[in-house]
């Protein structure tokens, strides 16, 4: 049987199946639009594969150089510690094991905080250590109870008037004072507290307010941090019901507990420290025990370990 074909009808398909919008096979011409679109997007790719490259390149060079910044700080601080270490080693006349015993705790104090936290630690050792040897008040306790009072240095009474301890300006106070809101029982108030030129007038101020107030005479028979906060809080110095048991798990929390003098220890005068040579409380230097480095000639520091060195001077 012959079949028949409708010629125009055929020819009217195709081109409708040619030209049709909808047809997924359909292919347009690359134009010169089409060749800006993928020369722009080639460039933005290795534009930001080159600044992403750039950044890791500077973000490790300046961690390398803060470490090594940092390194060399610390033998310079390692140095300064050998001496302060010495010069309370001579008060106490401490033998060489004692002496190395002192590094080692000061040591096991630091390396339980870090960042800002460490930092407070390290400005506070030394005077805390200070008035233990002056006045027997313990270094756990004023270390404790610094960090309580002050978040680590943080809270604003401590960053704008170096005001460590929440002293409050009573009528005996003839020093500079601020008016700054508290809490006390619960309840928001207002206050007058103390205001200090630096950290190490804060301290004396502590101190000296311990001392000349009769109610807390009794906190110094103690020669245990916690004991001493508690002696303390029972004669009115913080109304926070739980104010021993926060400052006491502080004192765990960083070890403050090693640093407390034994009661056999010799009390130190003022006249003691003026015969060593020793500066005054408010002038005492920073005291760090760092890791020193031992580097040698041609080597880089950042290669050489890190370790131990306390050299003890005048033996």
């Not at 015993?101 to 200070?130: C, Y």
């Not at 502590?206 to 005479?217: C, E, G």
Request: charged letters at 25%; one cysteine or more.
């Amino acid at each position: 049987m012959k079949n028949s074909y409708d010629i125009p009808e055929l020819l009217r398909q195709r081109a409708l199946q040619k030209y049709d919008p909808y047809r997924h096979d359909k292919r347009r011409p690359f134009t010169r639009r089409h060749l800006w679109k993928a020369l722009f997007l080639t460039n933005a790719v290795w534009v930001l594969l080159l600044g992403a490259s750039l950044f890791a390149v500077f973000t490790v060079a300046g961690w390398y150089w803060t470490q090594r910044s940092m390194k060399i700080a610390e033998m310079e601080h390692s140095r300064q510690l050998e001496s302060e270490i010495n010069r309370l080693a001579r008060l106490h006349s401490y033998s060489t094991t004692q002496t190395m015993k002192l590094a080692e705790d000061i040591q096991s104090v630091l390396d339980t905080a870090n960042g800002t936290r460490r930092e407070f630690l390290e400005n506070m050792l030394p005077h805390a250590l200070r008035l233990q040897a002056l006045y027997r008040i313990p270094a756990s306790a004023t270390i404790g109870m610094s960090i309580y009072e002050s978040g680590y240095g943080r809270s604003d009474l401590a960053r704008r008037n170096n005001n460590y301890f929440g002293i409050k300006a009573f009528r005996d106070w003839n020093g500079p004072r601020v008016n700054m809101p508290t809490v006390d029982l619960g309840q928001r108030v207002r206050a007058d507290f103390r205001a200090y030129g630096s950290l190490g007038e804060s301290v004396q101020g502590y101190a000296d307010f311990l001392r000349n107030r009769s109610r807390y005479q009794k906190a110094f028979r103690h020669y245990q941090g916690d004991a001493f906060v508690g002696e303390v809080a029972r004669a009115g110095y913080c109304p926070d019901a739980d104010y021993t048991d926060q400052v006491s798990k502080i004192i765990r929390r960083h070890n403050l507990q090693i640093l407390d003098l034994p009661p056999e220890s010799p009390m130190v005068t003022l006249e003691m420290l003026a015969d060593q040579g020793l500066p005054g409380l408010i002038e005492w230097p920073r005291l760090e025990l760092q890791e020193v480095l031992n580097p040698v000639p041609g080597d880089s520091v950042m290669s050489r370990p890190a370790e131990r060195q306390i050299v003890l001077l005048n033996q």
